[in-house]
């Protein structure tokens, strides 16, 4: 599975914007995806993730009711909408697959992964 996110740029804080991850493959339907998100300097940390099905989903404190994640299994796509953006959501974002359809929160635990798209909130 080859995954490929894209949609980030640069947006002003209180702003929006919708990332995608498109993927490869005919087993995408069956898997748990996840966002990720590194800053400079700091560790990739987990945003949201989505089980297989899209019917549990699940959010980082620091961007719940702010950021929305989805998916169109017949597209084989992931989104992330991002509402409301603080200049702290600056990061490159991943898109991450799980083999396993249950959505989980560890880094690890996920199989594949995409090469990353910035996103920067100007204050």
């Known amino acids: 599975v080859q995954l490929q996110a894209s949609g980030g740029g640069l947006v002003q804080a209180g702003g929006s914007l919708r990332l995608s991850c498109a993927a490869s493959g005919r087993t995408f339907s069956s898997y748990a995806m996840g966002w990720f998100r590194q800053a400079p300097g700091k560790e990739r940390e987990f945003v949201a993730g989505?089980?297989?099905?899209?019917?549990?989903?699940y959010y980082a404190d620091s961007v719940k009711g702010r950021f929305t994640i989805s998916r169109d299994n017949a597209k084989n796509t992931v989104y992330l909408q991002m509402n409301s953006l603080k200049p702290e959501d600056t990061a490159v974002y991943f898109c991450a697959g799980r083999e396993s359809g249950r959505l989980t929160i560890v880094r690890r635990e996920y199989n594949y992964w995409g090469q990353g798209t910035l996103v920067t909130v100007s204050s």
């Open positions: 989505i089980s297989w099905s899209g019917a549990g989903t």
